[in-house]
Each structure stands twice: as structure tokens, then as C-alpha cells.
């Protein structure tokens, strides 16, 4: 089945303990990217990857890292975790650059909470 | 930068009554998407709109793309309970500037 996963799904942790979110498509994807989701405020993106080893900043990356070693992986890093970032977290993939006109396929969401 | 509002934020419907959803952009759009999420879900993408005046129909959904490419809506004849979520359209240049999204409920 065509999909895109996370996980962890639902993850509670304390600021400053580094966390890796991991998402993996198995559609053979160029284009991947990670959003957050508040109330409100709709989905903004934090950091796209046009192809293995290119990866970009969106609107909001302050605070995030990820990588693209792989096609089909597309990790997203917190390396010092905050309150602030406490959100829902999509992870979505595309054929080829949102550009292009592909839709996008977007993972369950992993719901993140920093205290 | 860009800024894609969609209004209303919320709407509340009575099933078998219309609802339609706004989508205005600061600039010209590239092209739209349009996107629904159930409650507790991910996006689903719905539709792509591309030229200027299209209009696309899915079943009871009607897609309008607008003239002049800064504005869109979504139009569900005679909602059902099915149609509970938020509908969000984006811009697709580079990447995906997504609208504030309208919240739709259906009372039975």
C-alpha cells in the first residue's frame, strides 16, 4: 500500500532532550517536506527536500534540522526541543516538487508536546 | 510574503444545506490545491485547479478557480455528515503556502 508513516505517532517530552521524528514513503518520491499544524494558523511549512541530499528551509525552520540520505527517508531533528514547538506534525511527499502540480501525500501526524 | 486567508474560519450547517469556502491570496497564485482533513486526519488532496476561470466538479463539490488567479472557493451542495472537517486550499509554487483552512461541521 502506497503510504507515508511517522513515528513516533504521539511523543510527550521535556525541553532541551533532543528528538528525531522519522517518516519514510514508499511511492519512490523526489519530494518531501515536513509541516506543522497550530489553531489557527493553518499548515506551515518547515523544511522541503527536492531530491536525496537537497533539502531547503520553508517559513518556520528556526529551531529544526532534518536530512535526506535516503529517497524514502526524511527525518525531522529538534535538537534542543522548546514549549514553543509543542504542535502536530505532518510529514508529506510529492512525485516531484510542489511545483510540478503533484498533489501531496501527507503522513498520520505525530503529535509532539514539550513541557 | 504571500498570505492565503480563507474566511469563514468557521461554519456550522444543517445537513442538506449548501456551504461554500473562500480562499484569497495577496498575490497572484501559481496554482491551487485543495485539501480536506477529517477530524483527527492528515490533509487529502481533493483537487488542482490551474487556469484562470476553471471550474472542476467532484459529485456535490464545485471548485472555481477565479479570473484574475488571487481567489478560489469550494462550493458542497447539500452537505452530509460525511463532509465534517477542514478544507484547506495552497498556493503550489516551490513549495505549498497553505490557506488558515475553514472548520465545517454538520448537525444531522
Known amino acids: 500500500e502506497a503510504q507515508v508513516t511517522q513515528n513516533p505517532r504521539y511523543l510527550i517530552t521535556v525541553t532541551g532532550k533532543k528528538l528525531t521524528v522519522t517518516c519514510s514513503q514508499n511511492?519512490?518520491?523526489?519530494?518531501m517536506s515536513w509541516y506543522r499544524q497550530d489553531p489557527g494558523l493553518g499548515l506551515r511549512q518547515i523544511y522541503y527536500?527536492?531530491?536525496?541530499?537537497?533539502?531547503d528551509k520553508g517559513d518556520v525552520p528556526e529551531g529544526y534540522k532534518v536530512s535526506r540520505k535516503e529517497k524514502r527517508n526524511f527525518p525531522l531533528i529538534l535538537e534542543s526541543p522548546s514549549p514553543n514547538q509543542t504542535s502536530l506534525y505532518f510529514c508529506?511527499?510529492?512525485?516531484?516538487?510542489?511545483?510540478?502540480?503533484?498533489?501531496?501525500?501527507f503522513g498520520p501526524g505525530t503529535r509532539l508536546t514539550v513541557t | 510574503g504571500q498570505q492565503v486567508m480563507q474566511i469563514p474560519q468557521y461554519q456550522h450547517v444543517q445537513e442538506g444545506e449548501d456551504f461554500t469556502t473562500y480562499c484569497n491570496s495577496s498575490?497572484?497564485?501559481?496554482?491551487i490545491q485543495w485539501y480536506k482533513q477529517r477530524p483527527g486526519g492528515h490533509p487529502v488532496f481533493l483537487i488542482q485547479?490551474?487556469?484562470?476561470?476553471e471550474v472542476k466538479k467532484q459529485k456535490r463539490l464545485t471548485f472555481q478557480f477565479g479570473e484574475a488567479k488571487k481567489n478560489s472557493s469550494l462550493h458542497i451542495t447539500a452537505t452530509q455528515t460525511t463532509d465534517v472537517g477542514t478544507y484547506f486550499c495552497?498556493?503550489?509554487?516551490?513549495?505549498?503556502?497553505f490557506g488558515t483552512g475553514t472548520r465545517l461541521q454538520v448537525f444531522p
Open positions: 527536500s527536492m531530491n536525496v541530499e537537497v533539502t
Open positions: 485547479l490551474v487556469k484562470s476561470g
Open positions: 495552497a498556493d503550489n509554487t516551490d513549495k505549498l503556502i
Open positions: 498575490t497572484t497564485l501559481s496554482n
Open positions: 508529506a511527499s510529492s512525485l516531484k516538487f510542489t511545483g510540478s502540480g503533484h498533489e501531496q501525500y
Open positions: 511511492m519512490n518520491h523526489e519530494y
